[in-house]
């Protein structure tokens, strides 16, 4: 991994931060805060390392995102990085952005974001659960930074969370697979078997049934967020067992270029992706980070963070479901339309009873609406969905 | 029964490139040479076949690309480990970590392309056919090359005159040098040979099997080749009922959890490695098997002067 990082963090700060560096060393007496490691084990207590010297004297800004795939991966890193240029142009001149991809989730993500600590960044965005722990740590090190942790549910001072609601799109694609499918069955790539992913399969299910309540949901769980050969085995796997439409909670294409190869349907996830498939692909259910990235940098700038938890979904333009094929029934479309207008002003929702789980005991009772605090806890199937949990989560 | 040849048939997909790596192998040590390199191999040609195919659209000038990078490699280190004598393991160990290091950065401008999809393929014909259609005839042609290339190379090991040269170089170098033949240039024409079929398995995954190029990809297929060799006892038969064996416990761990049978996904996605192990052990307990059909100057320098 140590390659990865040295060829990755090396082109995005280098010779373009020498001359800031020189302009910042002569300013460092008139920090007023500063930046770097506060508690982290810093070679001399007495002079910050020179690269975290910059970032206040300079002006903008500096923020930085650790992400777990490569920006390449068409899916939830790429949905991530588009939001950061976004937000980079929009703050023109104000803030500075950096990124390092394929943190992976372990020990390597708790150097890396102290490294960005030390590199004068005072806002950092981790996007995936597994940064939680390290997240964290560095975060107790470092009070005068803030953190934003995408996915995880622990929190600090200056640690906060933001999530985005994809069960709503992973709803939504289920309504066009259930008018979709012929053998009445569909099939999931899941990667790790965490609340975010079954309550999206779960989600997924229930859009399904919403058009044929006989419908059946079989999952293949790969133990990994990317993965792309082993997607695609996996998703071959579900072909094989009769699923006709597929589904992925992993974050690459490789589910809906096997789906176009044996000629059934797929969705794109995170991102747009119907150029990998465009004659599999029935829709994408993505995500629009750019409204809270949005929100987050405007209050480091004007000094109003505040630690919060924030789960945005449809209502607030951060899910969509986008670029649905002109295989999909017009009904189905007008349905879609609908259904987003209702999660919008609020008169539909998804989670609301009568729901059962895979045993058929009722977890949810007629009119009876899902809390937000069972919905990130969810640990069971819904009704319809084969097989049985990995166990331990 | 249409989910078992659909099992079946998805087995020997995911089961080619592992032979077509291991029939590579097999021409590598039956020389005497053995190639820990197999890994970084695949990568440089998976890299190489992927930016073959967006830029010509052609698959198969992209696999012959694959095919012919890795050869090159392949020579690069033949000349190392032939010429110069340098230590055959480390060498190899070093090709594979330089493979997937150099892969990695030249691929870095290629992770956000897509290959288009060929949407079916099939021998004409005979992919119509009921129940073995779809199981046997409605694969990749290079399925195909790779099931005709194992009965190419058992002829060529045990029937052909110069399949026994190469024999008698991988056994005992000083006695096919006494007999007049150069050693050297055998070994190194095995090198080049074997290399370019594991850059053909590389090439395969990235532009046939998932078209996309993705850091590390080929995700240890090298390594159960080079295990293939010696679970195959270096014989290209034993080699393809290994291969497809594989690709098996591959697919159906998958199927078995499609299934809902409820068994931890970690341990099912070691299930090849684990089966690698096992039939390393077994066979190792009996010493006459590997004495019989290993070459048996596999891995050791040769001194034509000496």
Known sequence: MLRVLDRRVLPTFPVA??????????ALPACSKKPSSDGAPA???????????????AGPLKIAFAYVGPVGDAGWTFAHDKARKEAEAMFAGKVKTSFVENVPEAADAERVIRDMVDQGNTLIFGTTFGYMEPMLKVASDNPNVHFEHATGYKTAANLRTYDSRTYEGAYLAGVVAGSMTKSKTLGVVGSIPIPEVIRNIDSFTLGAQSMNPDIKTKVVWVGKWFDPPKEGEAAQALLDQGADVLMQNTDSSAVLQTAEKAGKFAFGWDSDMTKFGPHAHLASAVINWAPYYQKAIKDALDGSWKMGQTWWGVKDGA????AISDKVPAATKAKIEELKKGLKDGSFTIWKGPIKDQSGKEVLKADEKGEDKMLLGINFYVKGVEGKLPSGK | MNELLALFASSIDSGTPLLLAALGLIINERSGVINLGAEGLMLIAAITGFATALATKNDAVALLA??????????FFGFLVIWLNANQYATGL??????????????????????????HHGLPGLSRLPVLGTALFSHHYIVYVAVLLVAGLSWFLFRSKSGL??????????????????VRLIRLAAVVIGGALVGLAGAYVSVVSTPLWVEGM??????IALALTTFATWRPARALLGAYLFGGVTMLQLHLQGRGVNLPVELLTALPYLATIVVL????????????NMPTSLGKPFYPGA
């Open chain 2, 218 to 223: 080929i995700a240890g297929k090298g390594w």
């Open chain 1, 43 to 57: 070679p001399s207590a007495a002079a910050p390392p020179p690269l975290a010297a910059d970032s206040k004297a």
């Open chain 1, 17 to 26: 931060l020498l001359p800031l560096l020189a302009l910042a060393f002569t």
């Open chain 1, 319 to 322: 899910i969509d479901l986008v």
């Open chain 2, 281 to 292: 052990v077994l066979i190792s307990q009996n010493p006459r098997w590997i004495a019989a």
């Open chain 2, 66 to 75: 694959g095919a012919a990078a890795a050869a090159l490699f392949a020579a």
């Open chain 2, 94 to 119: 070093a090709l594979s970590l330089f493979g997937s290091g150099f892969s990695a950065f030249v691929g870095i401008r290629y992770t956000q392309e897509s290959l288009a999809v060929a949407s």
């Open chain 2, 165 to 182: 040269v190469l024999r008698a170089v991988g056994e005992s170098p000083e006695s096919a040098q006494a007999l007049g033949y150069r």
